[in-house]
């Protein structure tokens, strides 16, 4: 550190490195970060970490308040309340990464394609996304739930194509603003195809609005698939999916409130801490907020 | 001003198209014969030719679709298949408690949302601008029927101020328009203080300031007015998410509204009935989203001549 070009060397080299040094500087994005980290390894270890089987309950110690042997208490069937939670983290990690997955990759072709291609393609794919925006917040996936049925599957697919015009429209918009840049004009003139510049350049330079976006729509999926499992219409029970967990334990609010608050609160801090990490992104990457 | 809203409806009209067959998709797309589930599993071959004629499903599908948008025009969404009733009488009976209960929970996230975000934006970058824009955060992270639960087992169950549950007087909607404003309230902090912000920057702010005013009459007069104009399409979107986020409030608080005629219509296959309901939903939204940006471009001139 005494060396004064090494410490002046991380600045100003790449713009990689000197994304990852704004980011680290962000505190939102670093106490988002750190939840989302620690939520990923929660869902990882969840059978190492879990002190008893997520399923499996005993009658004689139903709806027990938190105590030493069961450190979140136990629901209406005497299971370990902690447990089930543990594991619910597996199941909303693989909602949110399969769902998410599903919008990034059709959003962003027809963002491409949209930005890119122009004329009557972008006015027929944003009418398109403009028809499924037109069901607000839940109820374009509660009318996919309503057509596919209920489960896992289905969740993951409502809660994707829910999210399909946020991604549409983010990956257009970027798409809009590089494609009359000169670097892109450049590659035009010395003769590049529509494929290299569209791989080359186009998408890699729209990465940054893509990772914040989809920090975002991790929280967004979250609160759409609990949703549904809290209406009934998601994930079923026994499964311990948050959402699920919380519906059932409805009925027993007011004899053991705990059984109903501790999913509620692991949603809301998963939901939160991917919402800082999303905004504290944004204020890291977004160009037009550089100085 | 004709110019704008004329061009403004003529964009709508596909989209409304668009919704009327997504609507009326629905029944295609769920697996199965379309008349066993209106009829039912047990239904012989001869209901189900019946069944089959009088919906028309013996018809090619485009001449069904236009059956049913000419239906839909004239205010006949079909019949229920549980109740017997038609599903636009059920609607009827349902859908204005809903708007009911989102208007309310708009006006609840108004005032808290446009208040949090002048004060954060006059006082930038202090302690409660800081609290402001965490309280935010937390708003729109906590899902609405967790939030209707802790407020209901804090209200309802330990202080007894409000009813848990059910419909009929004023005190029954507080809980529940708290609860879906939330968010709203957040989202909308979050646009006044940025809105804020910049007008704030403008010169006619500081020309104000210049003159000798009052720091309260430059924001109240001179800055707000001007901040509010963008924070109006908000309105629209957010009162859209509302009726959404109305699904899992009167789940949470069992109201009589629409989401809950939704949900009961998926539970018992009652396909008319989720069909109708989405359709005048999205409708609704659409046109409470074309109100919106009609007001803008009133109030902000240059929008009419984008």
Same mark, same amino acid.
């Given at each position: 550190m005494s060396d004064p070009a090494r410490a002046a060397a991380p600045r100003g080299s790449g713009f990689w490195a000197d994304t990852l040094h704004r980011v680290v500087r962000n505190r939102a994005a670093v106490a988002g970060g750190t939840v989302v980290v620690l939520f990923i390894a929660v869902a990882l270890f969840a059978p190492v970490l879990s002190p008893y089987d997520p399923l499996k309950g005993r009658l004689g110690e139903r709806l027990r308040a938190p105590s030493g042997a069961h450190w979140l208490g136990t629901d209406e069937l005497g299971r370990d309340v902690l447990s089930r939670v543990l594991h619910g983290a597996r199941i909303t990690v693989q909602i949110q990464l399969a769902a998410v997955g599903l919008a990034l990759a059709v959003g962003a072709a027809l963002g491409l394609a949209a930005g890119y291609i122009g004329r009557w393609v972008d006015q027929l794919i944003m009418r398109l996304m403009d028809i499924l925006m037109a069901f607000p917040g839940i109820f374009l996936a509660l009318a996919i739930i309503a057509a596919l049925g209920t489960g896992l599957g289905n969740v993951i697919i409502a809660a994707g194509i829910f999210l399909v015009p946020q991604f549409a429209r983010v990956v257009r918009a970027s798409v809009l603003t590089l494609k009359d840049m000169e670097f892109v004009q450049a590659a035009r003139a010395l003769g590049q195809g529509d494929f290299a510049i569209v791989f080359r350049y186009l998408l890699p330079n729209s990465l940054a609005p893509i990772i914040v976006q989809t920090s975002l729509r991790m929280a967004t999926v979250l609160l759409t698939a609990s949703g549904l499992s809290f209406l009934g219409l998601g994930v079923q029970p026994p499964s311990p999916e948050w959402g699920a967990m919380l519906s059932n334990a409805r009925s027993y609010m007011i004899t053991a409130p705990h059984v109903a608050m501790i999913p509620g609160l692991a949603i809301a801090l998963v939901v939160l801490g991917f919402n800082l990490l999303g905004d504290g992104l944004r204020d890291s990457l977004d160009p037009r907020l550089r100085e | 001003m004709i110019a704008y809203i004329t061009?403004?409806?003529?964009?709508?009209?596909? !989209?409304?198209?668009?919704?009327?067959?997504?609507?009326?998709?629905?029944?295609?797309?769920?697996?199965?014969?379309?008349?066993?589930?209106?009829?039912?599993?047990?239904?012989?071959?001869?209901?189900?030719?019946?069944?089959?004629h009088e919906h028309g499903l013996d018809q090619p599908v485009a001449i069904q679709f236009l059956v049913y948008l000419r239906n839909a025009v004239g205010g006949n969404l079909g019949i229920s298949i549980q109740s017997r009733q038609p599903v636009a009488t059920l609607i009827a009976q349902r859908f204005p408690f809903t708007l009911r209960l989102a208007f309310l929970?708009? /006006?609840?996230?108004?005032?808290?949302? !446009?208040?949090?975000?002048? =004060?954060?934006? %006059?006082?930038?970058n202090s302690m409660l601008d800081l609290a402001a824009l965490l309280g935010s955060l937390v708003g729109i992270s906590l899902p609405i029927f967790w939030?209707?639960?802790?407020?209901m087992l804090v209200f309802s169950v330990r /202080?007894?101020?409000?009813?848990?549950?059910?419909?009929? @007087?004023? @005190? &029954?909607? =507080?809980?529940?328009?708290?609860?879906?404003?939330?968010?709203?309230?957040?989202?909308?902090?979050?646009?006044?203080?940025?809105?804020?912000?910049?007008?704030?920057?403008?010169? #006619?702010?500081?020309?104000?300031?210049?003159?000798?005013?009052?720091?309260?009459? !430059?924001?109240?007069? &001179?800055?707000?007015? $001007?901040?509010?104009?963008?924070?109006? %399409? =908000?309105?629209?979107?957010?009162?859209? #998410? $509302?009726?959404?986020?109305?699904?899992? @409030?009167? %789940?949470?608080?069992?109201?009589?509204?629409?989401?809950?005629?939704?949900?009961?219509?998926?539970?018992?296959?009652?396909?008319?009935?989720?069909?109708?309901?989405? /359709?005048?939903?999205? %409708?609704?939204?659409?046109?409470? $989203?074309?109100?919106?940006?009609?007001? #803008?471009?009133?109030?902000?001139?240059?929008?009419?001549?984008?």
């Open positions: - | 061009r403004r409806l003529l964009l709508i009209a596909p !989209v409304l198209l668009g919704v009327s067959i997504g609507s009326f998709a629905l029944l295609q797309l769920v697996p199965g014969d379309p008349a066993m589930i209106l009829a039912g599993q047990e239904a012989t071959e001869e209901v189900l030719t019946r069944i089959r929970a708009i /006006l609840v996230s108004a005032a808290l949302g !446009v208040v949090a975000g002048i =004060v954060a934006a %006059t006082r930038r939030l209707g639960l802790l407020m /202080l007894q101020w409000f009813p848990a549950g059910g419909s009929g @007087t004023a @005190t &029954h909607l =507080v809980l529940p328009a708290l609860v879906l404003g939330a968010s709203s309230s957040a989202v909308i902090a979050r646009m006044t203080r940025a809105s804020m912000l910049e007008v704030l920057r403008q010169d #006619y702010v500081r020309t104000a300031r210049a003159k000798g005013l009052r720091e309260q009459i !430059v924001i109240y007069r &001179h800055a707000l007015k $001007n901040a509010m104009i963008p924070i109006l %399409t =908000v309105f629209g979107l957010e009162f859209g #998410y $509302n009726l959404g986020g109305a699904v899992l @409030t009167e %789940t949470v608080f069992s109201l009589p509204g629409l989401g809950r005629l939704i949900v009961e219509g998926i539970f018992a296959r009652d396909y008319p009935v989720v069909q109708g309901a989405m /359709l005048v939903v999205a %409708t609704t939204f659409v046109l409470v $989203n074309l109100l919106t940006d009609i007001a #803008y471009a009133f109030f902000d001139p240059r929008i009419r001549y984008e």
